[in-house]
């Protein structure tokens, strides 16, 4: 049974850990630097276009990475099949990478002037297009190191990746002062670089394609379709207030509103640490039908990273004013009371997190994604309504009332869909596959 405490899960956690601290403490370096070379208004321009690059990481392999995580776990001791899944999920997300790079670089002129009004974003999202398809190659060979349960080299990807992002962005942004223009190649450079030297620790899973691979990738392609759509659903719900208030307000409104949910990463981050190692345990319980196992898990999982997650929020919560004005400047304590208002609906959302991958791991991805498309269609709403009345206020307040919704239907569907009477219903899925 999984267990925090044993030595292989212990360590896999301490890697991915180690992977997701790495890439916050990164973040928040990097944002700081910014905030001061670029102030506010750079700093929310700057945050638009990570946002959609953001996007670009959901879209980008088409679900392939979860997908992979998924199957390889599942097929962990057939080697034949493991090559067949890891090849063809490398080049079909290559495939959906590059697609996904040319709609951004032939729409990025409708997205700044139309959507943000802002030309000044034009430039960027070109440069931001030509890394979609790295992003898509890097996320692939992480979904596969994932399920391989070799996390000491997702580890090493994802850390390779945020240390190059602060080390060219400082050096162009601060030593260059090539404002943010640096800011933004600072992220496109280091993902090309390491989309391409992500290859090597799969390399040796590399096949020729074969007609057997096209029906793999049309397997994968229809788990990852719906891992597509809810992860992105779901990026919605944590990214577009960002969106909706560039779309009312103005860039300023944007940096204050970047900085507020930067110190939450401290609330997500051992949350998916934990959840990297979840996920494909649980897959591997639900192939042989063990629902006590993935009952045990989920329980105890989730109730000692809510005890580790509500001392994190305390310590946001009495300390926020003074890290704000410590690491950036008095200019953005208005960040202040709207990172109050999204802790609420952050660590309600962090606990269940924690094992946030178990519908998909149990075979209900659909489930996962009506719900995610519901609740983003209710942020939305709440975003639409509630900014040009009130604000960074509106947006903070619609975004955790919606992440809060989020978390108690899911928490209810994986009560619903890990009981024991869902062993029959396991049986019949590996007999018709």
Not at 324 to 343: H, S
Not at 384 to 392: M, R
Request: contains cysteine; charged residues 10%.
């Amino acid at each position: 049974m999984f267990n925090l405490k044993s030595s292989k899960h212990t360590q896999n956690i301490q890697w991915s850990l180690l992977s997701l601290a790495t890439s916050s403490l990164a973040h928040l370096l990097l944002r700081i630097v910014l905030g001061k070379e670029l102030g506010p208004s750079g700093l929310g321009l700057y945050t638009l276009v990570f946002t959609i690059y953001l996007f670009g990481m959901q879209f980008g392999t088409f679900g392939i990475s979860a997908a992979l995580t998924n199957y390889v776990a599942e097929y962990y001791d057939n080697l034949p099949r493991l090559k067949e899944l890891i090849s063809s999920g490398i080049l079909g997300s290559v495939l959906s990478g590059s697609i996904l790079g040319l709609l951004l670089y032939l729409f990025s002129s409708v997205i700044s002037i139309q959507l943000f009004h802002n030309p000044e974003m034009t430039n960027l999202l070109w440069v931001t297009a030509l890394c979609f398809p790295f992003i898509a190659m890097q996320k692939a060979v992480i979904g596969a190191l994932n399920g391989l349960r070799e996390m000491k080299w997702y580890a090493v990807v994802n850390t390779a990746q945020n240390i190059l992002v602060m080390i060219v962005s400082f050096a162009l942004v601060r030593l260059l002062k090539m404002d943010v223009m640096g800011a933004v190649l600072g992220f496109v450079i280091p993902t090309i670089t390491v989309g391409l030297l992500s290859l090597t620790f799969t390399r040796n899973f590399f096949i020729l394609p074969s007609k057997t691979m096209k029906k793999v990738f049309k397997e994968i392609s229809r788990f990852g379709f719906y891992i597509v759509l809810a992860n992105s659903i779901g990026m919605v719900n944590t990214q577009i207030g960002s969106l909706v208030i560039g779309y009312f307000m103005n860039e300023t409104e944007v940096g204050y509103y970047a900085v507020a949910t930067l110190f939450l990463q401290g609330v997500t981050l051992l949350p998916q640490a934990v959840q990297a190692v979840t996920t494909p345990t649980i897959a591997a319980y639900y192939r042989k039908g063990d629902f006590h196992n993935i009952q045990n898990l989920v329980k105890n999982t989730m109730f000692k990273i809510s005890a580790v997650i509500l001392c994190i929020s305390l310590l946001l919560a009495i300390f926020g004013k003074f890290l704000i004005t410590f690491l950036f400047t008095e200019e953005f304590l208005p960040a202040y009371l709207p990172m109050l208002i999204l802790l609420v609906g952050y660590f309600i959302h962090s606990v269940y997190a924690s094992i946030g991958g178990c519908l998909s791991s149990v075979g209900k991805v659909h489930i996962l994604f009506k719900i995610d498309m519901i609740c983003a269609g209710l942020n939305l709403l709440l975003n639409v309504l509630l900014i040009p009345q009130f604000g960074l206020i509106g947006a903070a307040s619609a975004t955790s009332l919606s992440m809060t919704f989020t978390t108690l239907v899911k928490l209810s569907c994986t009560k619903l869909y890990t009981q024991e009477k869902q062993i029959k219903s396991i049986n019949f899925f590996n007999a018709i596959k």
